[in-house]
């Protein structure tokens, strides 16, 4: 059910227990995803402790970013794994374990010791605590979503998850900036003998800080309600979602695609193209990928506020526009000063901050009995395929073509202008209605 065509009474405020759900679940998503991105900012100092001082510097670093993507590649199993458990048995439970899980694996990674005193068991421990966070993380996002929707009123269901993605963000940012201040306080020589440690055990001590305040979030109405009255699947729910559910997987891939290449190519890769194509230094570059960053939270959070108001298709369909737009003039002209080079990340931000309304239909792809399990397989396989090929295919395409990041993303605008004009022509079949209003109706058929 679209907007356009939902309950026609006027949806009631947040409130103030709705601002506290969703302050709490973006606080513990932004400190999980510190947690999980704070080991690409440490690559190189760790290669050089977890491998043998004789292996040559470049296959440290294949390894040590081999180990970074692990945490990737696990994270389909780990989703699913946890996503069973959401829909059987609480989307709480699973929200409390998620982000425990990561601050135990990331204290883990800070008391660890290198291989110096243990030898090829230091990286073999590495990798362990890596595919720990990596199930933490494919829990903790389509948990996340899940949680929040089924909280807020229908009409608020995209400011929520948007507000949301704003936290992850926001824990990207303070990845950078802690790297910041440890490399700037630290010299190099104390950064590899202790302090690289010290943003690992921040991580943990946050993480266990935001499992505490979880403790006061509240089971989502829609899940207890199904609990009491026995109406939770009695089947494998990955089964139910394969089955029944085929073009909400499919939209839902496609839009994480979005999603996983909008976050990759313009926040994580383009640190390294100002300095490698653009000629900027790395203080430079790091500087403005922080203030392109910052308005990206906002754009998040602005996404869902307007997906609710305007709907998945027209909003897809102008967003894709203006997101072509921003990142295509940021690489053309990102070279020409400074100056401009920050006001067209600010801008380029606001624009990717599209990526805000990606949750807003996926929630609403799947029913509450089986939605865990369908936004987190959808969310995590996708994720996993073409987050991981993204960089891959971008790296691969730049010998032929200095420009192949920015054609990328019109491709993906492109993608994204499809999936709008079809969410237009069939949101209606595609989207049903989540939030508090799900559980009225729940109750309104019983009676």
Not at 111 to 126: D, E, N
Not at 164 to 193: H, K, Q, R, Y
Not at 387 to 404: E, I, K, Q, R, Y
């Amino acid at each position: 059910m679209s907007p356009t065509t939902a309950s026609p009474a006027a949806p009631r405020r947040l409130t103030s227990q709705d601002f506290r759900t969703l302050g709490l679940s973006a606080l513990g998503g932004a400190l999980e995803f510190y947690d999980f991105i704070i080991f690409v900012f440490f690559a190189t100092v760790i290669g050089g402790l977890f491998f043998p001082p004789d292996m040559p510097d470049w296959l440290k670093l294949i390894q040590t970013f081999g180990i970074f993507a692990a945490g990737y590649l696990v994270r389909p199993i780990g989703g699913i794994v946890l996503a069973h458990f959401g829909d059987k048995f609480g989307r709480k439970r699973v929200f409390a374990f998620s982000i425990l899980l990561m601050a135990l694996s990331t204290l883990g990674m800070a008391a660890m010791p290198t291989y110096a005193s243990i030898g090829i068991a230091a990286p073999v421990l590495l990798i362990l605590m890596r595919i720990l966070q990596g199930a933490a993380i494919g829990g903790e996002v389509p948990g996340a979503w899940t949680f929040v929707a089924e909280h807020v009123p229908f009409r608020r269901v995209g400011f929520a998850c948007g507000f949301l993605c704003s936290g992850l963000t926001l824990g990207i940012l303070l990845g950078s900036f802690i790297a910041t201040i440890i490399n700037s306080v630290f010299t190099p020589e104390d950064v590899a003998a202790y302090a690289w440690r010290i943003p690992f055990f921040l991580g943990g001590i946050f993480g266990l800080v935001a499992v505490y305040l979880r403790r006061w979030l509240q089971e989502t109405p829609i899940f207890a309600e199904m609990k009491e009255s026995r109406s939770l699947t009695h089947e494998l729910p990955l089964k139910a979602v394969l089955r029944d559910y085929p073009r909400g997987v499919i939209i839902s891939m496609l839009l994480t695609w979005i999603l996983s290449a909008g976050i990759v190519v313009t926040t994580l890769m383009t640190a390294t193209f100002l300095q490698k194509l653009y000629g900027y230094t790395a203080q430079q570059s790091l500087a403005a990928t922080s203030f392109g960053t910052l308005f990206l939270i906002f754009g998040t959070a602005a996404a869902g506020a307007i997906i609710d108001r305007t709907g998945s298709g027209k909003f897809f369909v102008f967003s894709s526009i203006f997101f072509a737009a921003a990142t295509f003039a940021f690489y053309s002209y990102a070279a020409v000063s400074l100056t401009v080079l920050f006001v067209l990340y600010a801008i380029m931000g606001l624009a990717v901050g599209m990526v805000g309304g990606v949750p807003y239909v996926m929630v609403r792809a799947f029913p509450a009995r089986v939605r865990f399990t369908g936004l987190s397989f959808s969310y995590n396989v996708s994720y996993a395929i073409f987050g991981g090929l993204t960089p891959l295919a971008v790296a691969s395409l730049l010998p032929v073509n200095p420009m192949a990041h920015a054609y990328y993303l019109l491709f993906i605008a492109a993608l994204a202008f499809v999936l709008g004009l079809y969410l237009l022509v069939k949101g209606d079949s595609v989207e049903a209605e989540v939030g508090i209003e799900e559980l009225t109706d729940r109750l309104a058929q019983k009676a």
